[in-house]
């Protein structure tokens, strides 16, 4: 298979900085072409947000500008991702200790190589499927702190660099030609419809048109007057 990805990432209506950060990005080793992107929403409450959805970015662009071979050992490769966003997690802890600061992030992401899609998420960024039907492969991680009528409030659960013990949820499974991720941030999600995410994994062939579609996908959802940071990653597989 090959793949490939592209997003925006928006500060929306009426924010005044972008606490999210993206990332994406593909290239070949040994032979299969292997793609990661992720989304990070720097936490809202916490007045340094921004720092920790940057910090996460910044390390997995390392961690995957660092890899220079894949011999088709998915399993080892993803095991190497779940250790580097640990590691991310110790030195945001210990930055807000040393630094005094208030930070923390989510996290969703889609590692792809050959056949094989490895998903994960802390927090509730999430992660969509569209393969003819959409699913949501991420788990939100969120705890009802009040509800009234059709009203529901949440808070998270957990997040990046807020605790030392996370539990990073994921999953993993085969693609086909054709099929597609819609990562986002929750600014995204609030909005978007089934139809919309089907739309925005149609008529991809390279970043440019997964950047496109993103770009659209953020513009419906402003319209709508959403007023958070609104982040999109289209990953596509394009087939052999």
Same mark, same amino acid.
């Given at each position: 298979?090959?793949?490939?990805?592209?997003?925006?990432?928006?500060?929306?209506?009426?924010?005044?900085?972008?606490?999210?950060?993206?990332?994406?990005?593909?290239?070949?080793?040994?032979?299969?072409?292997?793609?990661?992107?992720?989304?990070?929403?720097?936490?809202?409450?916490?007045?340094?947000?921004?720092?920790?959805?940057?910090?996460?970015?910044?390390?997995?662009?390392?961690?995957?500008?660092?890899?220079?071979?894949?011999?088709?050992?998915?399993?080892?490769?993803?095991?190497?991702?779940?250790?580097?966003?640990?590691?991310?997690?110790?030195?945001?802890?210990?930055?807000?200790?040393?630094?005094?600061?208030?930070?923390?992030?989510?996290?969703?992401?889609?590692?792809?190589?050959?056949?094989?899609?490895?998903?994960?998420? !802390?927090?509730?960024?999430?992660?969509?499927?569209?393969?003819?039907?959409?699913?949501?492969?991420?788990?939100?991680?969120? !705890?009802?702190?009040?509800?009234?009528?059709?009203?529901?409030?949440?808070?998270?659960?957990?997040?990046?660099?807020?605790?030392?013990?996370?539990?990073?949820?994921?999953?993993?499974?085969?693609?086909?030609?054709?099929?597609?991720?819609?990562?986002?941030?929750?600014?995204?999600?609030?909005?978007?419809?089934?139809?919309?995410?089907?739309?925005?994994?149609?008529?991809?062939?390279?970043?440019?048109?997964?950047?496109?579609?993103?770009?659209?996908?953020?513009?419906?959802?402003?319209?709508?007057?959403?007023?958070?940071?609104?982040?999109? !990653?289209?990953?596509?597989?394009?087939?052999?």
């Amino acid at each position: 298979m090959t793949y490939c990805c592209g997003g925006i990432s928006d500060i929306g209506n009426f924010r005044e900085n972008n606490e999210d950060s993206i990332y994406w990005a593909e290239k070949t080793l040994g032979g299969y072409s292997v793609c990661f992107a992720s989304v990070c929403d720097g936490i809202g409450g916490m007045k340094d947000g921004e720092i920790a959805s940057g910090m996460i970015s910044d390390a997995l662009a390392v961690w995957f500008g660092a890899l220079e071979d894949y011999s088709g050992d998915f399993t080892a490769l993803c095991n190497s991702l779940l250790q580097m966003i640990y590691k991310i997690n110790t030195a945001i802890i210990e930055k807000t200790q040393v630094e005094d600061i208030q930070t923390g992030s989510t996290i969703a992401a889609v590692l792809a190589a050959g056949d094989d899609y490895f998903a994960l998420n !802390v927090g509730d960024s999430r992660i969509y499927h569209i393969s003819g039907n959409v699913s949501q492969i991420s788990k939100d991680d969120v !705890v009802i702190v009040n509800s009234s009528g059709n009203a529901v409030k949440t808070k998270l659960s957990q997040c990046i660099g807020n605790d030392t013990n996370i539990y990073i949820n994921t999953v993993s499974d085969k693609v086909s030609g054709g099929d597609a991720f819609v990562i986002c941030s929750d600014g995204l999600y609030k909005h978007i419809t089934d139809s919309r995410l089907r739309a925005a994994s149609r008529w991809i062939k390279n970043e440019k048109c997964c950047k496109r579609n993103a770009a659209a996908m953020i513009s419906y959802v402003k319209k709508k007057g959403e007023r958070d940071n609104i982040s999109a !990653v289209i990953v596509k597989c394009i087939g052999r």
